[in-house]
């Protein structure tokens, strides 16, 4: 066999490996192919299977539609006046119609109004009895009626805030708050600004429109004994909200709040408000307490003007303001390590700021509690003027003497809280120094005082609108 033989013959040779591999893959692929068509004809076959099942299911009898039953109506008061109360509560998906029930003391419930709208006028509320209510949201189906009841919601009319004893406290300020809102909701909302060291809230108190284009901003108890201005302040939201249909001291309440929300921040200092009340022993957070018992003026506590960290809070703000003035931390004049420190100071800057921003705050009321004076001196051009329309209507209302001559000679005072709204926020600011002698207060001067400030706010922002 000479070369080219060889050569041909191995050529025929591997020609006919190659044949032999691609007949058997493709017999391979056939089988894959056939084994894949029998799965999917299995597959096709299960499903039709399921469908045929399902099928059997619906067609096996009528469709029956589910009725919705309504949901559940929340319920909110507004005192309309004296032997009035409005009754709302909110839309319930489903119903058709509203029951209200009305229960007086202990007395079994009975409906008093059946009606589409949200809302009920009851005329026949009094003093001395408490009430309560819930709503039935109803709809009918096929003959058949669905309903849902509200939760019971209690009512009465009263005088929350307590003006006969002297410790006003932290406490009950909290559940006027809560008593406000449950009886005016049309026309109080509360939000918290923020929170002292020990972690008290300082309440914004909002009464009147709150989508008023202007706003009045008030300020009480930032120096801790001077409690007596939260009971104030908490009586004067009170007097508003109770006669917003009507007239305190011949100014129309809701002429002025329709227009003009107030803001009030009535204790701005809980925490050095417990402490000058009830002691040292009554702040919770013991690394608070621990340093405090160290502090000059904690033998006696019931003169206490600063905040739980030894702070005063009216050195504290961010105008003319000097780090760590006056000594060391203690009951009162402590500036602290730098301006606005503390969270109380914060809060209230964080509160003007935002109504500044809004471009609706007017003006600010400060309340502080020693030397029946007014303080309107201070600012320039237009906050200097309307600064003192304010302080000439104070004291006309309250024929309390001029805080002009005091401090003059020895420039403005070191972190002062009405320096930094005049001349950072730019918003003109009176101070009220109510009462006579020194701090705390005694109970019998709240009469007296009451009698000085009741319509008050409500003038300055009728002066402002």
Not at 116 to 125: F, M, Q
Not at 145 to 161: D, L, M, P
Not at 239 to 268: C, R, T
């Amino acid at each position: 066999m000479n070369k080219k033989q060889y050569k041909l013959i191995a050529l025929l040779l591997a020609m006919t490996m190659a044949v032999s591999s691609i007949s058997y893959a493709a017999n391979a692929d056939r089988k894959v192919s056939a084994a894949a068509k029998t799965d999917n004809e299995v597959l096709t076959v299960a499903k039709k299977d399921i469908i045929r099942k399902n099928e059997t299911k619906v067609s096996s009898g009528p469709v029956i539609e589910e009725p919705e039953i309504p949901a559940k109506s929340k319920i909110s008061f507004t005192r309309l006046g004296s032997k009035k109360v409005k009754v709302s509560w909110s839309m319930s998906a489903g119903a058709e119609k509203y029951i209200l029930y009305k229960k007086t003391n202990n007395n079994g419930y009975k409906i008093v109004a059946k009606t589409t709208k949200l809302k009920y006028t009851d005329k026949k509320v009094v003093a001395g009895k408490r009430y309560k209510y819930y709503v039935k949201s109803e709809r009918t189906y096929d003959g058949k009626t669905y309903a849902s009841n509200s939760n019971a919601k209690s009512f009465r009319i009263a005088n929350f805030v307590n003006t006969k004893h002297q410790k006003y406290s932290y406490s009950e300020m909290c559940g006027d708050i809560k008593s406000f809102k449950n009886t005016y909701s049309d026309y109080v909302s509360v939000k918290v600004v923020g929170k002292s060291n020990d972690k008290r809230n300082i309440y914004d108190v909002v009464i009147g429109n709150k989508k008023a284009k202007k706003t009045l901003l008030v300020i009480g108890n930032i120096h801790a004994r001077e409690y007596m201005t939260a009971q104030l302040c908490m009586a004067q939201i009170e007097s508003y909200l109770k006669n917003y249909n009507g007239s305190v001291k011949g100014v129309k309440v809701k002429n002025v709040l329709n227009k003009m929300a107030v803001h009030y921040i009535p204790m701005a200092n809980p925490d050095g408000t417990t402490i000058s009340q009830f002691g040292i022993s009554k702040i919770r957070d013991r690394k608070l307490r621990k340093a405090l018992y160290k502090m000059s003026g904690a033998s006696h506590t019931a003169t206490w003007k600063a905040n739980a960290r030894g702070v005063d809070l009216n050195r504290n703000s961010n105008s003319h303001f000097k780090a760590n003035h006056g000594g060391k931390r203690g009951s009162e004049g402590f500036s602290g390590p730098s301006a606005a420190s503390e969270p109380e100071t914060k809060a209230i800057a964080g509160l003007l700021k935002q109504l500044k921003n809004n471009k609706t705050l007017k003006g600010v009321v400060n309340y502080h509690a020693m030397g029946s004076i007014v303080f309107g001196s201070g600012g320039s051009g237009k906050v200097k003027k309307e600064t003192q329309k304010m302080y000439r209507l104070a004291r006309k209302i309250t024929g309390y003497a001029s805080g002009d001559s005091y401090g003059s000679s020895s420039g403005p005072s070191v972190g002062s809280m009405r320096d930094y709204v005049m001349e950072k926020i730019k918003s003109p600011c009176i101070t009220l120094e109510i009462g006579v002698a020194g701090c705390p207060l005694p109970i019998s001067q709240f009469s007296s005082i009451w009698r000085k400030n009741e319509s008050l706010v409500l003038r300055e922002a009728k002066l402002l609108l």
